[in-house]
């Protein structure tokens, strides 16, 4: 079992930028593809952008493309949210979730096993 702590969340002005981080701790040798959601209150939790075992492939939902990049260091075991241009619509709690994955160059989409407890996002106007 793999356990996954976010931190970097906070308030920032509309534009403005955050980088939030995902410490992953505990059988961690094992190959995870990774991922970070969102959860706006009211609304589903939805995938915002997720990236594979190797780091070389990455998706991004449409409303986030272009203006966050996932990224992640297997030697540190921490995976990074960067979000520039932040907009009304980002804020949420966001959550970093991951799988177990043998295929190494897919950024998987669904079956994510295991997740943070989440780090909340604020924009202001």
């Known amino acids: 079992q793999v356990h996954l702590e976010e931190s970097g969340g906070g308030l920032v002005q509309t534009g403005g930028s955050l980088r939030l981080s995902c410490a992953a701790s505990g059988r961690t040798f094992i190959p995870y593809g990774m991922a970070w959601f969102r959860q706006a209150p009211g609304e589903e939790r939805k995938l915002v952008a997720s990236?594979?075992?190797?780091?070389?492939?990455?998706r991004y939902s449409e409303s986030v493309e272009g203006r966050f990049t996932i990224s992640r260091d297997n030697a540190k075991n921490t995976m990074f949210l960067q979000m520039d241009r932040l907009k009304p619509g980002d804020p949420a709690i966001y959550f970093c979730?991951?799988?177990?994955?043998?295929?190494?160059?897919?950024?998987?989409?669904?079956?994510?096993?295991?997740w943070g407890q989440g780090t909340q996002v604020t924009v202001s106007s």
């Open positions: 979730a991951a799988l177990v994955l043998l295929e190494r160059c897919l950024a998987p989409i669904v079956g994510f096993d295991y």
């Open positions: 990236i594979s075992v190797s780091g070389e492939r990455t």
